[in-house]
Nanobody, 124 residues
Framework: QVQLIESGGGLAQAGGSLRLSCEAS????????MGWFRQAPGKERESVAA????????YYLDSVKGRFTISRDNAKNMGYLQMNSLKPEDTAVYYC?????????????????WGQGTQVTVSS
């Protein structure tokens, strides 16, 4: 079992920045891939970014490339999503997820463990 707790969401203005954190416990942190997903009202959940257990492989949704950075600190059992140049369309509930694979990629089915979600709201 893996427990995930997100933090760092909130309200930001367009062009601003937020940093989401995900604290993990329950398994050897470096053994599994992590992902960040988001879901806006009335829309399907989508993958924003993913990172392998070692941090050597990453994936980004096209619309966030160059603005968001996924990272992890295996010594601290922490995952992060740095979000810069925020846009109103980034408004959503953001979820941290853990895979049973060393890299889960962008597919939600590869992530059996999910955090409770944190709201990100970007005003124009």
């Amino acid at each position: 079992q893996v427990q995930l707790i997100e933090s760092g969401g909130g309200l930001a203005q367009a062009g601003g920045s937020l940093r989401l954190s995900c604290e993990a416990s329950g398994r050897t942190f470096s053994s599994y891939g992590m992902g960040w997903f988001r879901q806006a009202p009335g829309k399907e959940r989508e993958s924003v970014a993913a990172i392998s257990g070692s941090g050597g492989i990453t994936y980004y949704l096209d619309s966030v490339k160059g603005r968001f950075t996924i990272s992890r600190d295996n010594a601290k059992n922490m995952g992060y999503l740095q979000m810069n140049s925020l846009k109103p369309e980034d408004t959503a509930v953001y979820y941290c997820a853990a895979s049973t694979l060393t890299y889960g990629g962008r597919y939600p089915a590869n992530y059996p463990y999910w955090g409770q979600g944190t709201q990100v709201t970007v005003s124009s």
